[in-house]
């Protein structure tokens, strides 16, 4: 028994032992296939991370690729005057001023506002007042943070002398810049300011580093400081104006650039060509890869050339116009200013000058606005005779020589003109020469046309203005718009125009605001104070390898932060 009993725990012994013993290899077999498992994994994990590497290779390339974008050449027409945001004044000064500072906010296409240099705003009910908040992380080119305190100092210096900027405009009810906090700033004004988002849109609204400005003194406009996609490198006279790629620039404002950045090409550089055939050519031959203003009788060459573009933008504001002075003889007297306005055939200059290209203007507002008033076209309609008549009846008399004299006085007209303008001016001339003016037109070279227009005496002065508010035509006719620097050529001051221009520019109500800018345009055309030419209708040119730049929603301001040029 005892031998049998030891048996039969040897085998029940054995069994246990071999369950063991399966147990362990099952186990190894498990663990030997984990291991394998986890090797698959890592191996997996390895082919993920690779994937990821060559995803990150490869949109590294599409931004080396992007940011690699070349330098863009834009043909100007004249030199800037200066490149301090807030005294701009001409057109050349802000194509460059675009580039290199950023605003609160951005007018894009259908007059939509954008995030710029704020991310939220809330106005006012009574709109006298409206808060941003600012975009954290955003610094000037020469380091200085962009913070309330910055932004502060910046409205602050509208407290001081800003006539003949478009900063005038904002400038007008401003009250005060209060710091709500480091990102938050409010602006106070002393009457309401319903478009002022519209205003703080143009590039002559921009933001720029005050301490800065104070700094450099005299050399403010020749050596500019902003936050925008490009820095200023180089102005060479006579030559070209040079910006660089800001590297830092990062914030950009994708729904309007196409970029939050930084840009993508690697300089902007504006070369001043006064010549216009001469800009034509460049463009023609890849020296130049974009300009603006094309003259009209360049539009059908250009638009025959192989790998050129031409694009026609409507821009609303004030047309293409004459400002009459009616403050010295002869156009003091209302019936010479009537009777020029009766001596111009615009409908013949659309065609001569113009080929076409543009809708002939009426009155002292574009018709793209809906407080565009039509009662203006049925006013002063091509009609030389009765020139003649209004002449005869203020008592200007025709001599033996074509002229007309009065008491020994000549009747003369001064039509100062910029030279881009001189197509149509030498047929205005021709025109005010049919009925006996002794007319003759006094070209102003260079940069600073509004401060030589505030400074020399004249009877017709050439003037047109971009603006996306209506009621900025404040800044052009009111009396406080007069003087060196100022863009009131016609030198009108009249205190009942004004009185119409300051309450349409702050009334919140825009039925209201209609009726009184109405009254403004009649107004206006009464008195004979401006000849409508044409409505304001250019064109740019440029070079198909050039893409991805952006239009304001004026059509006018052009941005180069997404640009680039391929090829």
Same mark, same amino acid.
């Given at each position: 028994?005892?031998?049998?009993?030891?048996?039969?725990?040897?085998?029940?012994?054995?069994?246990?032992?071999?369950?063991?013993?399966?147990?362990?290899?099952?186990?190894?077999?498990?663990?030997?296939?984990?291991?394998?498992?986890?090797?698959?994994?890592?191996?997996?994990?390895?082919?993920?991370?690779?994937?990821?590497?060559?995803?990150?290779?490869?949109?590294?390339?599409?931004?080396?690729?992007?940011?690699?974008?070349?330098?863009?050449?834009?043909?100007?027409?004249?030199?800037?005057?200066?490149?301090?945001?807030?005294?701009?004044?001409?057109?050349?000064?802000?194509?460059?001023?675009?580039?290199?500072?950023?605003?609160?906010?951005?007018?894009?296409?259908?007059?939509?506002?954008?995030?710029?240099?704020?991310?939220?705003?809330?106005?006012?009910?009574?709109?006298?007042?409206?808060?941003?908040?600012?975009?954290?992380?955003?610094?000037?080119?020469?380091?200085?943070?962009?913070?309330?305190?910055?932004?502060?100092?910046?409205?602050?210096?509208?407290?001081?002398?800003?006539?003949?900027?478009?900063?005038?405009?904002?400038?007008?009810?401003?009250?005060?810049?209060?710091?709500?906090?480091?990102?938050?700033?409010?602006?106070?004004?002393?009457?309401?300011?319903?478009?002022?988002?519209?205003?703080?849109?143009?590039?002559?609204?921009?933001?720029?580093?005050?301490?800065?400005?104070?700094?450099?003194?005299?050399?403010?406009?020749?050596?500019?400081?902003?936050?925008?996609?490009?820095?200023?490198?180089?102005?060479?006279?006579?030559?070209?104006?040079?910006?660089?790629?800001?590297?830092?620039?990062?914030?950009?404002?994708?729904?309007?650039?196409?970029?939050?950045?930084?840009?993508?090409?690697?300089?902007?550089?504006?070369?001043?060509?006064?010549?216009?055939?001469?800009?034509?050519?460049?463009?023609?031959?890849?020296?130049?890869?974009?300009?603006?203003?094309?003259?009209?009788?360049?539009?059908?060459?250009?638009?025959?050339?192989?790998?050129?573009?031409?694009?026609?933008?409507?821009?609303?504001?004030?047309?293409?116009?004459?400002?009459?002075?009616? #403050?010295? $003889?002869?156009?003091?007297?209302?019936?010479?200013? =009537? !009777?020029? %306005?009766?001596?111009?055939?615009? @409908? *013949?200059? &659309?065609?001569?000058?113009?080929?076409?290209?543009?809708?002939?203007?009426?009155?002292?507002?574009?018709?793209?606005?809906?407080?565009?008033?039509?009662?203006?076209?049925?006013?002063?309609?091509?009609?030389?005779?009765?020139?003649?008549?209004?002449?005869?009846?203020?008592?200007?008399?025709?001599?033996?020589?074509?002229?007309?004299?009065?008491?020994?006085?000549?009747?003369?007209?001064?039509?100062?003109? #910029?030279? $881009?303008?001189?197509?149509?001016?030498?047929?205005? =001339? !021709?025109? %005010?020469?049919?009925?006996?003016? @002794? *007319?003759? &037109?006094?070209?102003?070279?260079?940069?600073?046309?509004?401060?030589?227009?505030?400074?020399?005496?004249?009877?017709?002065?050439?003037?047109?203005?971009?603006?996306?508010?209506?009621?900025?035509?404040?800044?052009?006719?009111?009396?406080?718009?007069?003087?060196?620097?100022?863009?009131?050529?016609?030198?009108?001051?009249?205190?009942?125009?004004?009185?119409?221009?300051?309450?349409?520019?702050?009334?919140? #109500?825009?039925?209201?605001?209609?009726?009184?800018?109405?009254?403004?345009?009649?107004?206006?055309?009464?008195?004979?104070?401006?000849?409508?030419?044409?409505?304001?209708?250019?064109?740019?040119?440029?070079?198909?390898?050039?893409?991805?730049?952006?239009?304001?929603?004026?059509?006018?301001?052009?941005?180069?932060?997404?640009?680039?040029?391929?090829?």
């Amino acid at each position: 028994m005892a031998l049998e009993e030891a048996e039969a725990a040897a085998a029940a012994g054995g069994e246990e032992a071999q369950a063991a013993l399966d147990e362990a290899m099952q186990a190894a077999e498990e663990a030997e296939m984990a291991a394998m498992d986890a090797a698959k994994t890592a191996e997996e994990a390895q082919m993920d991370a690779d994937e990821s590497q060559k995803q990150v290779q490869e949109a590294q390339m599409q931004i080396d690729e992007l940011m690699s974008g070349g330098t863009i050449v834009f043909g100007t027409n004249q030199e800037p005057s200066q490149l301090d945001a807030f005294a701009s004044t001409t057109v050349n000064d802000q194509a460059v001023v675009a580039q290199i500072y950023e605003t609160l906010v951005i007018l894009g296409q259908g007059m939509q506002i954008h995030q710029g240099l704020a991310t939220h705003w809330n106005q006012s009910a009574d709109a006298t007042e409206v808060t941003f908040t600012l975009r954290e992380g955003v610094t000037f080119h020469n380091g200085d943070s962009l913070d309330a305190a910055a932004v502060k100092a910046h409205f602050d210096r509208m407290k001081g002398d800003v006539s003949g900027s478009q900063t005038a405009l904002i400038a007008t009810n401003f009250q005060d810049a209060e710091v709500i906090d480091d990102y938050t700033v409010k602006l106070i004004f002393s009457a309401p300011v319903p478009d002022i988002l519209i205003d703080l849109a143009a590039p002559g609204a921009a933001i720029t580093n005050a301490a800065a400005v104070e700094a450099l003194g005299d050399d403010a406009g020749r050596r500019p400081i902003g936050t925008g996609p490009f820095i200023f490198e180089e102005w060479v006279e006579g030559s070209h104006i040079s910006l660089v790629r800001n590297p830092d620039w990062t914030w950009g404002a994708f729904s309007f650039y196409g970029t939050t950045g930084p840009a993508r090409a690697e300089r902007v550089v504006f070369r001043f060509i006064p010549d216009e055939q001469a800009r034509t050519a460049a463009l023609s031959t890849g020296e130049i890869h974009f300009l603006d203003l094309v003259p009209f009788q360049n539009i059908a060459p250009l638009e025959a050339l192989d790998g050129i573009t031409v694009e026609g933008f409507s821009l609303p504001g004030l047309p293409q116009v004459n400002y009459i002075n009616p #403050n010295i $003889s002869p156009t003091s007297d209302i019936r010479v200013r =009537q !009777a020029i %306005l009766h001596a111009v055939d615009q @409908d *013949a200059m &659309v065609q001569a000058v113009f080929f076409g290209r543009a809708p002939r203007a009426y009155g002292p507002l574009s018709s793209d606005f809906a407080e565009y008033d039509p009662i203006v076209e049925t006013y002063y309609p091509y009609d030389p005779d009765l020139s003649v008549e209004l002449l005869e009846e203020a008592g200007w008399a025709l001599d033996d020589d074509g002229i007309r004299r009065k008491d020994g006085e000549t009747l003369g007209a001064r039509i100062i003109e #910029n030279r $881009s303008w001189n197509p149509w001016v030498t047929l205005l =001339q !021709a025109q %005010l020469g049919d009925i006996g003016f @002794d *007319a003759e &037109v006094i070209t102003l070279e260079g940069g600073g046309y509004f401060q030589q227009t505030g400074e020399i005496q004249y009877e017709l002065a050439s003037m047109g203005d971009v603006f996306g508010s209506p009621a900025t035509l404040r800044r052009d006719f009111h009396s406080s718009s007069v003087g060196p620097g100022n863009i009131n050529v016609g030198h009108i001051a009249d205190s009942e125009l004004d009185a119409l221009l300051d309450a349409a520019s702050t009334e919140v #109500n825009l039925g209201k605001r209609a009726e009184i800018l109405s009254e403004v345009q009649r107004y206006i055309m009464d008195q004979a104070y401006i000849v409508p030419i044409i409505e304001l209708h250019f064109f740019t040119a440029f070079s198909n390898a050039l893409s991805g730049f952006s239009v304001d929603g004026t059509g006018f301001y052009k941005y180069f932060a997404g640009a680039s040029i391929s090829g």
